[in-house]
């Protein structure tokens, strides 16, 4: 059974860094394209980036670029999701997940969602 699990969330102040790690098990990882997301309360699901097979393509939401940064170690199963200039409004629930088909920029487009983990960013 395939299963993503994300971690690294935590507490961090404005300008902090947080590196986030999505595991994966139960498949071929490489054989999948893969996004993160988070959700604030009372906001919809927001995409934050994606990245291709390999970890060569990458694609990240206007509200992140340049401070986030998204990679992939197939060896280790895992994802990465390197946050740098930390806002208060990053805070959120992050989630990664498997892209299925469509709008690499919509919810919909994705599933094997992990149980997510917590980013606050405090002034």
């Known amino acids: 059974q395939v299963q993503l699990v994300e971690s690294g969330g935590g507490l961090a102040q404005v300008g902090d860094s947080l590196r986030l790690s999505c595991a994966f098990s139960?498949?071929?990882?490489?054989?999948?394209?893969l996004g993160w997301f988070r959700q604030s309360p009372g906001k919809e699901r927001e995409f934050v980036g994606y990245?291709?097979?390999?970890?060569?393509?990458?694609y990240y939401s206007d509200s992140v670029k340049g401070r986030f940064s998204i990679s992939r170690d197939n060896a280790k199963n895992t994802m990465y999701l390197q946050m740098n200039s930390l806002k208060p409004e990053d805070t959120a629930i992050y989630y990664c997940?498997?892209?299925?088909?469509?709008?690499?920029?919509?919810?919909?487009?994705?599933?094997?969602w992990g149980p997510g983990t917590q980013v606050t960013v405090s002034p």
């Open positions: 139960g498949g071929r990882f490489d054989n999948y394209e």
């Open positions: 997940a498997r892209l299925r088909s469509g709008n690499i920029y919509s919810a919909r487009a994705y599933e094997w």
């Open positions: 990245v291709d097979y390999d970890g060569r393509i990458t």
